[in-house]
């Protein structure tokens, strides 16, 4: 496949914002009060900032022609406890106030409730996402055998991650061997119910 993996950097903002909404739209859309838009400008402004929720230096992009196709944002689950700002002030900063409070009052309702911390021997999978155009390629398998590396390289033993279990996503990450541990479901919100899925690390990612 033609194209290159490469560490992320503030200047894949843009591009980065529309894949990590592309990973659970039905969650980012109660966040943004019904529409995207909001965590998209959320999204740009938290990647581009150092202990962001979406920081840069926990990601790695797939760019083909100069153009971001695909990525992945994993870190250590002691680094999401202590070198991730969940408070999102980074957006904060660039969001009108309004706005951003109304995003982050949702997502303080919800999102510790569906996205518990990872165990501590865990490396953690964000976000990963794929464009379209290059779904069914290898690409997700790719950036997954990524994490695995590092992860295993960092002494962990496990990969954990959130889905929301209406998607597709779900099969895939089966096939290579991730299992259920956890269901969350939360009717009286209308929102899809999620899975937190683990991987041991031990033995080779199945192929």
Excluded at 81 to 102: G, L, P, Y
Excluded at 140 to 159: K, P, Y
Excluded at 176 to 205: C, D, K, W, Y
Aim: contains cysteine; negative net charge; charged residues 20%.
């Amino acid at each position: 496949m033609p194209g290159s993996i490469t560490p992320g950097r503030p200047e894949h903002a843009k591009a980065a914002a529309q894949l990590i909404v592309s990973t659970d739209e039905h969650f980012f859309k109660f966040c943004g009060g019904g529409t995207l838009d909001p965590w998209l400008e959320l999204a740009q402004a938290e990647w581009h900032a150092i202990d962001g929720i979406y920081s840069y230096r926990f990601g790695k992009v797939l760019e083909i022609d100069g153009a971001v196709k695909a990525l992945v944002l994993a870190f250590p689950s002691q680094a999401g406890a202590t070198a991730i700002d969940w408070r999102m002030t980074n957006s904060r900063q660039v969001m009108a106030a309004q706005q951003w409070q109304e995003i982050f009052d949702r997502f303080s309702r919800i999102g510790p409730i569906l996205f518990a911390p990872a165990p501590e021997n865990s490396y953690y999978v964000q976000n990963i996402a794929v464009a379209p155009e290059f779904k069914g390629k290898g690409v997700g398998r790719m950036l997954l055998e990524l994490v695995v590396e590092c992860a295993r390289a960092e002494g962990f033993n496990s990969i954990t991650l959130d889905v929301d279990a209406t998607t597709s996503a779900v099969s895939f990450y089966q096939k290579i061997g991730f299992i259920t541990t956890n269901t969350v479901e939360l009717p009286p919100l209308g929102m899809n119910p999620h899975l937190r899925m683990a991987m041991s690390i031990q033995p080779p990612l199945v192929r």
